[in-house]
């Protein structure tokens, strides 16, 4: 089949040439494209302070660009979530890298706050489509290793996160630092559609047949089945948590941490902010077994977030570092093993529009903590702002440590 007609749901009327790919290429283009698309939403972290300066913008703005990208990613997850259970994984990643493009030509553009947000607001809706798309394929390609599924995605969501930050920031010392990184980026992004279109795709998991298959594609109310339920709700309050805290090192974090370790190095800054992201996503790679993983890594996650409080007071880079890191580790363990639990609880064919949902609480962890930290920041300064912000993720870490306790002695 054609992209065209798996978008328009109609069988192809005649067989065509195509890459019949092994499971492992299929696995690498999925977990690729996520990767891809998510280091092109957080290029900009290590780039903010320049685009206030550039733009005339105040750290309230950086919030609010930065959450449209949040908003559009949300809006996008509940409209077309569940898309590429019908059109097809393949014809969802396309999407996806188009979008993706456009909004980076968009926000390299940026003359106004307004563009910077439409061009986020982009690149927030090309994140959505590729979400459960990709989730959904890596467990179709390791149907006897959900665990396996769960880590890939895991690996390649977060592991996308934390280079943007540090890509951002390496590239951002070239001419045009606000626009050169979108640009070469775009490039890989064009490379990323030959092997796509080439590809010989598998058939949707639920077909449509019928002569108007597009009403499948309408926005639909979100629900669980009962047995999911539990899992479901455990996992999405965890994944808001965790997003607040990467929401904030991907937005104010960059000055906030410049102030620590007492420079103004754009790749420096832009490593700092991903450190947690990084940690999250190397986590995946790690065995960690137990009923009490999820109740030790949120609480690994509330003493990590005090302590990078904590380094700012003590002007500390060490602790910053330290707590950054073990802070992503925890994190990591947590949400991976709740995650997993909610994925594996999920019949096959609504796979990809509940794990989508999952999403679309866990990335209004990164809108709202975050813009409320901005507009705190204004008021009161951003340390003081930052250390409110830090008590409440830890306190909102322990509660959910005990929640996950009591479950796993239930």
Request: charge should be positive.
């Amino acid at each position: 089949m054609t992209v065209f007609s798996e978008l328009r749901m109609r069988p192809a009327t005649a067989e065509r040439w195509g890459w019949d790919a092994s499971v492992t290429a299929r696995l690498v283009t999925a977990g690729v494209v996520i990767f891809t698309l998510l280091v092109g939403a957080n290029l900009a972290t290590p780039i903010y302070p320049l685009l206030q300066a550039k733009l005339g913008i105040t750290a309230l703005d950086v919030t609010v660009a930065f959450s449209a990208y949040v908003l559009a990613l949300v809006a996008t997850l509940i409209l077309a979530g569940h898309w590429s259970d019908h059109i097809g994984r393949r014809a969802a990643l396309v999407l996806a890298v188009l979008v993706g493009l456009a909004g980076g030509f968009v926000f390299a553009g940026a003359d106004s706050l307004l563009m910077l947000s439409a061009g986020r607001a982009l690149q927030g809706a090309a994140v959505a489509l590729a979400t459960g798309a990709s989730s959904a394929a890596l467990r179709e390609l390791l149907p006897t290793r959900p665990e396996w599924a769960s880590r890939f995605t895991l690996l390649a969501s977060a592991g996308g996160v934390a280079a943007g930050p540090a890509i951002g920031g390496a590239l951002s010392v070239l001419p045009g630092p606000t626009s050169t990184p979108y640009y070469l980026h775009s490039v890989v992004l064009v490379g990323l559609l030959v092997p796509l279109y080439l590809l010989k795709a598998r058939p949707a998991i639920r077909a449509v047949a019928g002569p108007q298959p597009l009403k499948v594609l309408a926005p639909r109310r979100p629900s669980v089945s009962s047995d999911a339920r539990g899992a479901f709700w455990l996992a999405s309050a965890v994944g808001f948590l965790s997003f607040a805290v990467f929401g904030f090192c991907l937005s104010l974090a960059p000055g906030y941490f410049a102030q620590i370790v007492h420079a103004d190095s754009r790749p420096l800054i832009g490593l700092l902010a991903g450190l947690t992201l990084a940690a999250s996503a190397l986590s995946q790679l790690v065995a960690v077994r137990g009923r009490f993983v999820v109740p030790a890594g949120l609480s690994v996650l509330a003493v990590s977030v005090l302590l990078i409080a904590a380094a700012a007071e003590w002007s500390s880079p060490w602790l910053l570092i330290a707590a950054s890191i073990t802070a992503g580790l925890g994190q990591g363990v947590a949400f991976r093993t709740v995650f997993n639990d909610v994925a594996g609880k999920v019949e096959a064919a609504r796979h990809a529009q509940i794990v989508s949902t999952v999403y679309v609480i866990t990335y209004l962890g990164s809108a709202f903590p975050v813009i409320g930290l901005g507009l705190a920041a204004g008021v009161v300064g951003l340390q003081a702002a930052v250390a409110g912000f830090v008590v409440l993720c830890a306190i909102t870490a322990l509660g959910l440590a005990a929640v996950a306790l009591r479950s796993a002695r239930g």
